[in-house]
């Protein structure tokens, strides 16, 4: 109340059962949210004037680059700043993306293309997907396979709302084919594990499936006609990075910068 008298705007409406910010107040939350973000940085700074970097480091990504992209690289963050808290949410990109534009995290990783006036986007790495499937499945012989020959099996795919799954049904829209989906999934991780007991076959990242084709749970078959994926470095553009957070992005850089994986 103090502050909409000293503003002369009604912040909140208070006319429903449940309270909503008005246009006013979603302005000042917004402004006030910035303000808070600038004395967080300012603290960075100063704190780093001792040459110990702190503070907290929030980074969104997807499972797939939490299990196999990051941890040798968070390894190596925490033990060079160790006074860094660190805080990983791992989400679909669509999910990143709009955790960047809320500024709910110092930055994103998700699967390109993104596009967004009030986001910043920077190609890190390509990453190839590859068919899977159990070793005694008919296909499980071959070694590269035509995407027709992948539309002719039950596909297990990720649930709607991954860009993976978008991705993936464009690239057999385009050539006349369908998918004939037997199940949607939230991850790879269950998704690999369901292809490993014969529920259906996939197309995954080939860097997600190394482990189980070394012990020969399954078979990781090459697909033509199947192009590679960027992913891509997701920031709220304009907005001021904390000291920690372009510690990491610049490490990011250096490791991923121009990779296939």
Do not use: W
């Not at 912040?11 to 910035?34: M, P």
């Not at 300012?42 to 980074?59: K, N, P, Q, Y």
């Amino acid at each position: 109340k103090a502050l909409e008298e000293e503003l002369g705007e009604v912040l909140l409406d208070r006319s429903r059962k449940a309270v909503r910010l008005t246009v006013a107040g979603e302005i000042l939350f917004r402004q006030t949210r910035e303000i808070f973000g600038h004395l967080t940085t300012a603290r960075e700074e100063i704190a780093a004037l001792g040459d110990v970097l702190s503070g907290r480091l929030v980074i969104g990504t997807s499972d797939t680059n939490c299990i196999y992209v990051l941890p040798e690289l968070l390894q190596r963050f925490r033990d060079r700043f160790p006074e860094v808290e660190l805080d990983i949410r791992n989400k679909m990109s669509p999910e990143v993306c709009q955790l960047v534009l809320d500024d709910e995290v110092d930055f994103g990783q998700a699967t390109l293309p993104v596009r967004h006036r009030r986001l910043s986007i920077e190609k890190l790495f390509t990453r190839q997907d590859v068919l899977v499937c159990p070793p005694e499945h008919p296909l499980g012989g071959r070694i590269r396979v035509q995407l027709a020959t992948v539309a002719a099996y039950p596909m297990l795919v990720l649930e709607h709302g991954s860009r993976t799954r978008v991705l993936v049904e464009e690239t057999f829209h385009q050539i006349h084919l369908d998918l004939q989906i037997a199940m949607s999934l939230g991850s790879v991780e269950v998704i690999k594990r369901f292809v490993e007991i014969g529920m259906g076959i996939a197309l995954v990242p080939k860097v997600a499936v190394a482990e189980e084709k070394a012990a020969g749970r399954l078979r990781v078959i090459s697909v033509t006609g199947l192009a590679s994926r960027a992913t891509g470095l997701i920031m709220h553009r304009g907005r001021r990075r904390s000291l920690a957070a372009q510690a990491f992005i610049d490490m990011l850089r250096e490791h991923l910068k121009g990779k296939a994986l």
